[in-house]
């Protein structure tokens, strides 16, 4: 979705816990679906992708589900930890084209 | 090491002057990204270019130009007409768009309008 002007939500999260981070996308049409993990002062890191041919896919401590119907991705953390804290973005792309289109992000916060 | 290099990390600017920022890659990915991050907000599209001598204007463009004379290289100048050019800026590259892979970052370049 559009980032201008908005701030980004907060997620608070117990130390422990599992963390669910939201993403609405915007285009039908895309394919690729990634989150990318920024730590303050940071460029953005990959944590994970899928594809549209899959509704889940897992890795270390994280997993992802891609909704089509409602154009909706979620991130996954199990067992949250401090070095969790960041701000994580969805990004979406349609196979074939270079424009990849970041969503808002959400703050992470893990309270110890 | 294979990746994304942004110099400089910090950058301070007299209003009225241009100045470029500098993106190097040496994962030989066809395209390379140029956002543009608020604090506390979200990434924007400045330019992104697919292929050598191609760009094309992402969401914020106006007051941003860019040259990719080389694949490896993708330099973001931000001229006197960027009405608000403080910014986290941040260089990106991915490789064949066919093969559906994630991008990059770099470190960013921190700039500063004094």
């Known amino acids: 979705g559009e980032s201008v002007g908005l701030h980004l939500p907060t997620l608070s999260v117990q130390e422990g816990d599992n963390s669910i981070i939201n993403c609405a996308y915007s285009?039908?049409?895309?394919?690729?679906f990634i989150w990318y993990k920024q730590e303050s002062g940071k460029g953005p890191q990959f944590i994970i992708d899928?594809?549209?041919?899959?509704d889940k896919r897992q890795g270390q401590r994280v997993t992802v589900l891609l909704n089509k119907t409602v154009k909706h991705l979620s991130l996954q953390i199990a067992a949250t930890q401090p070095g969790d804290s960041a701000v994580y973005f969805c990004?979406?792309?349609?196979?074939?084209?270079?424009?990849?289109?970041f969503g808002t992000g959400t703050k992470l916060q893990v309270i110890p | 090491d294979g990746g994304i290099t942004q110099s400089p990390k910090y950058l301070f600017r007299k209003e009225g002057q241009n100045v470029t920022l500098s993106c190097e890659q040496n994962?030989?990915?066809?395209?390379m990204y140029w956002y543009r991050q608020d604090p506390g907000q979200g990434l924007r599209l400045i330019y992104y270019?697919?292929?050598?001598?191609?760009?094309q204007k992402g969401d914020i463009a106006e007051g941003y130009s860019v040259s990719r004379e080389k694949k490896e290289s993708f330099p973001l100048t931000v001229t006197s007409a960027q009405k608000n050019p403080t910014a986290f800026y941040l260089c990106?590259?991915?490789?064949?768009?066919?093969?559906?892979?994630?991008?990059?970052f770099g470190q960013g370049t921190r700039l500063t309008v004094v």
């Open positions: 990106a590259s991915r490789g064949e768009a066919v093969l559906n892979t994630e991008a990059f």
């Open positions: 285009n039908s049409a895309s394919d690729y």
């Open positions: 899928i594809r549209s041919n899959m």
């Open positions: 990004a979406e792309n349609i196979r074939g084209y270079q424009k990849v289109t």
């Open positions: 994962l030989n990915h066809d395209a």
């Open positions: 270019s697919q292929i050598v001598n191609d760009f």
